[in-house]
Protein backbone atom coordinates (compact mmCIF):
# COMPACT_ATOMS: atom_id res chain seq x y z
CA UNK A 1 0.00 0.00 0.00
CA UNK A 2 0.78 3.54 0.05
CA UNK A 3 3.35 4.96 2.55
CA UNK A 4 5.76 8.26 3.34
CA UNK A 5 9.08 7.83 4.75
CA UNK A 6 10.18 10.90 6.91
CA UNK A 7 13.76 11.28 8.63
CA UNK A 8 13.43 10.92 12.31
CA UNK A 9 14.17 13.87 14.39
CA UNK A 10 14.40 15.16 16.17
CA UNK A 11 16.67 17.95 14.30
CA UNK A 12 18.39 20.56 15.98
CA UNK A 13 20.31 23.86 13.96
CA UNK A 14 21.69 26.90 14.79
CA UNK A 15 19.75 29.91 13.56
CA UNK A 16 20.91 30.98 9.99
CA UNK A 17 22.00 26.72 9.18
CA UNK A 18 20.08 25.10 5.76
CA UNK A 19 17.57 22.41 6.35
CA UNK A 20 16.83 19.56 4.96
CA UNK A 21 14.17 16.91 5.83
CA UNK A 22 14.16 14.11 3.70
CA UNK A 23 10.98 12.61 2.78
CA UNK A 24 10.41 9.02 0.33
CA UNK A 25 7.49 8.09 -1.00
CA UNK A 26 5.64 4.88 -2.55
CA UNK A 27 2.39 4.89 -4.12
CA UNK A 28 0.59 3.15 -6.96
CA UNK A 29 -0.85 6.34 -8.78
CA UNK A 30 0.14 9.81 -9.25
CA UNK A 31 0.01 10.96 -5.67
CA UNK A 32 0.27 15.02 -5.00
CA UNK A 33 2.66 15.47 -2.33
CA UNK A 34 2.33 18.19 0.84
CA UNK A 35 4.12 19.38 3.53
CA UNK A 36 2.40 20.62 6.74
CA UNK A 37 3.40 21.91 9.65
CA UNK A 38 2.43 21.73 13.36
CA UNK A 39 3.60 25.14 15.13
CA UNK A 40 4.17 24.77 19.06
CA UNK A 41 0.51 24.93 20.38
CA UNK A 42 -1.27 25.12 17.05
CA UNK A 43 -2.99 22.89 14.55
CA UNK A 44 -1.88 21.50 11.91
CA UNK A 45 -1.56 23.83 8.74
CA UNK A 46 -0.16 23.01 4.99
CA UNK A 47 3.19 24.92 4.41
CA UNK A 48 3.63 23.92 0.36
CA UNK A 49 2.36 21.14 -1.92
CA UNK A 50 3.14 20.02 -5.27
CA UNK A 51 0.46 17.93 -7.67
CA UNK A 52 3.23 16.71 -10.59
CA UNK A 53 6.42 15.59 -11.14
CA UNK A 54 9.11 18.07 -11.09
CA UNK A 55 6.43 20.75 -9.07
CA UNK A 56 8.79 22.51 -6.37
CA UNK A 57 6.27 23.54 -3.72
CA UNK A 58 7.41 26.61 -1.91
CA UNK A 59 6.31 29.01 1.23
CA UNK A 60 7.43 31.18 3.85
CA UNK A 61 11.46 30.11 2.07
CA UNK A 62 10.76 26.40 2.42
CA UNK A 63 11.03 24.58 -1.04
CA UNK A 64 10.01 20.48 -1.87
CA UNK A 65 10.61 19.34 -5.33
CA UNK A 66 8.71 16.44 -6.73
CA UNK A 67 10.76 13.89 -7.80
CA UNK A 68 9.12 10.92 -9.45
CA UNK A 69 12.55 8.93 -10.35
CA UNK A 70 13.43 8.92 -6.97
CA UNK A 71 10.34 8.79 -4.96
CA UNK A 72 11.29 11.96 -2.97
CA UNK A 73 9.71 15.38 -1.35
CA UNK A 74 12.71 16.64 0.50
CA UNK A 75 11.86 19.72 2.27
CA UNK A 76 14.93 22.29 2.16
CA UNK A 77 15.47 25.62 3.50
CA UNK A 78 18.27 27.67 2.75
CA UNK A 79 18.49 30.02 6.62
CA UNK A 80 15.89 28.77 9.12
CA UNK A 81 15.08 30.93 12.20
CA UNK A 82 14.16 30.57 15.75
CA UNK A 83 10.05 30.51 14.66
CA UNK A 84 10.51 27.76 12.30
CA UNK A 85 10.92 25.51 15.21
CA UNK A 86 8.03 22.78 14.76
CA UNK A 87 7.05 19.45 13.84
CA UNK A 88 6.87 18.77 10.04
CA UNK A 89 4.73 15.95 8.26
CA UNK A 90 5.18 14.86 4.82
CA UNK A 91 2.32 13.60 2.90
CA UNK A 92 0.37 12.16 0.44
CA UNK A 93 -2.62 11.79 -1.40
CA UNK A 94 -3.02 9.24 -4.05
CA UNK A 95 -6.13 9.35 -5.70
CA UNK A 96 -7.76 7.69 -7.41
CA UNK A 97 -5.92 4.34 -6.50
CA UNK A 98 -5.25 4.74 -3.29
CA UNK A 99 -8.85 6.06 -2.34
CA UNK A 100 -9.31 9.55 -0.97
CA UNK A 101 -7.27 9.26 2.05
CA UNK A 102 -4.66 10.88 3.03
CA UNK A 103 -1.23 9.52 3.57
CA UNK A 104 0.97 11.02 6.42
CA UNK A 105 4.79 10.53 7.74
CA UNK A 106 5.69 10.04 11.40
CA UNK A 107 6.76 14.01 10.97
CA UNK A 108 10.00 15.26 12.18
CA UNK A 109 10.63 17.76 15.34
CA UNK A 110 12.88 20.96 14.42
CA UNK A 111 14.50 22.86 17.23
CA UNK A 112 16.36 25.88 16.06
CA UNK A 113 18.54 27.70 18.59
CA UNK A 114 19.01 31.28 18.84
CA UNK B 1 -14.66 32.63 7.37
CA UNK B 2 -14.58 30.40 10.30
CA UNK B 3 -12.73 27.49 9.87
CA UNK B 4 -12.89 23.83 11.24
CA UNK B 5 -13.97 23.88 14.65
CA UNK B 6 -13.83 20.63 17.19
CA UNK B 7 -15.65 19.62 20.57
CA UNK B 8 -15.03 19.34 23.05
CA UNK B 9 -10.89 20.77 22.90
CA UNK B 10 -10.57 18.10 26.07
CA UNK B 11 -11.84 15.31 27.20
CA UNK B 12 -11.20 12.94 30.10
CA UNK B 13 -13.37 9.57 30.45
CA UNK B 14 -13.26 6.52 32.78
CA UNK B 15 -11.81 3.26 30.55
CA UNK B 16 -15.97 1.57 29.66
CA UNK B 17 -17.40 4.54 29.02
CA UNK B 18 -18.62 6.02 25.07
CA UNK B 19 -17.53 9.39 24.04
CA UNK B 20 -18.60 11.96 21.22
CA UNK B 21 -16.39 13.83 19.33
CA UNK B 22 -17.62 16.69 17.25
CA UNK B 23 -16.54 18.11 14.12
CA UNK B 24 -17.96 21.68 12.36
CA UNK B 25 -16.16 21.50 9.25
CA UNK B 26 -15.98 24.97 6.75
CA UNK B 27 -18.77 25.76 5.08
CA UNK B 28 -19.30 24.23 1.37
CA UNK B 29 -16.04 21.69 1.94
CA UNK B 30 -18.07 18.53 0.82
CA UNK B 31 -14.94 16.11 1.93
CA UNK B 32 -13.98 15.69 5.91
CA UNK B 33 -11.72 13.32 7.86
CA UNK B 34 -10.68 12.11 10.93
CA UNK B 35 -7.02 11.18 11.97
CA UNK B 36 -5.93 10.15 15.59
CA UNK B 37 -2.59 11.60 16.93
CA UNK B 38 -0.62 9.56 19.27
CA UNK B 39 1.61 11.08 21.53
CA UNK B 40 5.11 11.12 19.51
CA UNK B 41 3.27 9.32 16.40
CA UNK B 42 2.23 10.70 13.03
CA UNK B 43 -1.31 10.87 11.68
CA UNK B 44 -3.33 7.97 11.55
CA UNK B 45 -6.20 8.04 9.36
CA UNK B 46 -9.80 7.25 10.73
CA UNK B 47 -12.41 7.78 8.07
CA UNK B 48 -13.44 10.55 5.14
CA UNK B 49 -16.68 11.61 3.80
CA UNK B 50 -17.01 12.92 0.65
CA UNK B 51 -20.36 14.43 -0.35
CA UNK B 52 -23.21 11.38 -0.71
CA UNK B 53 -20.70 8.87 -1.28
CA UNK B 54 -20.17 5.94 1.44
CA UNK B 55 -17.78 6.46 3.36
CA UNK B 56 -13.93 5.21 3.29
CA UNK B 57 -14.06 3.62 6.59
CA UNK B 58 -10.18 1.37 6.33
CA UNK B 59 -8.96 3.34 9.05
CA UNK B 60 -11.27 2.53 11.65
CA UNK B 61 -9.09 0.65 14.56
CA UNK B 62 -11.63 -1.49 15.86
CA UNK B 63 -15.90 -1.61 15.59
CA UNK B 64 -15.77 0.07 18.95
CA UNK B 65 -15.03 3.25 16.31
CA UNK B 66 -17.86 5.04 14.33
CA UNK B 67 -18.63 7.83 12.73
CA UNK B 68 -21.24 9.86 11.14
CA UNK B 69 -21.90 13.26 8.77
CA UNK B 70 -25.66 14.56 8.94
CA UNK B 71 -26.41 16.62 6.46
CA UNK B 72 -22.96 16.99 4.51
CA UNK B 73 -21.96 19.31 7.32
CA UNK B 74 -21.05 18.71 11.11
CA UNK B 75 -19.31 15.31 12.09
CA UNK B 76 -19.48 12.85 15.24
CA UNK B 77 -16.66 10.69 16.32
CA UNK B 78 -18.35 7.99 18.44
CA UNK B 79 -15.76 5.34 19.87
CA UNK B 80 -17.84 3.25 22.17
CA UNK B 81 -16.44 1.42 25.32
CA UNK B 82 -13.20 3.26 25.45
CA UNK B 83 -9.71 1.67 26.61
CA UNK B 84 -6.91 3.16 27.10
CA UNK B 85 -5.12 2.67 24.18
CA UNK B 86 -7.87 4.92 22.60
CA UNK B 87 -6.26 7.95 24.17
CA UNK B 88 -4.57 10.54 21.87
CA UNK B 89 -5.34 13.64 19.93
CA UNK B 90 -8.49 13.21 17.09
CA UNK B 91 -7.85 15.89 14.83
CA UNK B 92 -10.56 16.70 11.98
CA UNK B 93 -10.05 18.16 8.81
CA UNK B 94 -11.94 18.95 5.76
CA UNK B 95 -11.49 20.18 2.00
CA UNK B 96 -13.56 21.60 -1.04
CA UNK B 97 -12.24 18.70 -3.37
CA UNK B 98 -11.23 15.45 -2.06
CA UNK B 99 -7.47 14.53 -2.64
CA UNK B 100 -5.51 17.11 -4.31
CA UNK B 101 -6.55 19.85 -2.16
CA UNK B 102 -5.18 21.45 0.97
CA UNK B 103 -6.91 20.10 4.13
CA UNK B 104 -7.62 22.77 6.95
CA UNK B 105 -7.49 21.29 10.51
CA UNK B 106 -9.27 21.84 13.99
CA UNK B 107 -7.44 22.38 16.81
CA UNK B 108 -8.41 18.62 18.32
CA UNK B 109 -9.76 16.87 20.80
CA UNK B 110 -7.32 15.78 23.28
CA UNK B 111 -9.27 12.63 24.72
CA UNK B 112 -7.74 10.84 27.77
CA UNK B 113 -8.99 7.70 29.02
CA UNK B 114 -8.43 7.00 32.38
Known amino acids: GDSVTQMEGPVTLSEEAFLTINCTYT??????LFWYVQYPGEGLQLLLK?????DKGSNKGFEATYRKETTSFHLEKGSVQVSDSAVYFC?????????????FGAGTRLFVKA | GAGVSQSPSNKVTEKGKDVELRCDPI?????LYWYRQSLGQGLEFLIY????????KSGLPSDRFSAERTGGSVSTLTIQRTQQEDSAVYLC????????????FGPGTRLTVL
Open chain 2, 93 to 104: ASSDRAGTDTQY
Open chain 1, 27 to 32: ATGYPS
Open chain 1, 50 to 54: ATKAD
Open chain 1, 91 to 103: ALSDRPTGGFKTI
Open chain 2, 27 to 31: SGHTA
Open chain 2, 49 to 56: FQGNSAPD
